[in-house]
């Protein structure tokens, strides 16, 4: 995927569902094991403290590290 801004190529990943702050996490890598922590490899987003269960979802997202934006599709 390209980024709308820049039109460089974008990395694919996931936004995880879980205890940890929002955060996106490329390809491969894997969330904290501990709450409240940021992945090795994981770039935090902007985003409000909500109590989430831990339930295993995660969201296919992409990241441009030039214009540091995270776009991820929807389902509708």
Partial sequence: MRCPYCNEEMQKGFIPNGGQPVQWIPDGGKPSL???SIAEKGVLLISK???LK???YRAEAHYCSKCKVVIAP???
């Fill in 34 to 36: 501990l709450s409240f």
């Fill in 49 to 51: 403290f909500s109590p």
């Fill in 54 to 56: 831990v339930n295993g």
């Fill in 74 to 76: 929807t389902k509708e």
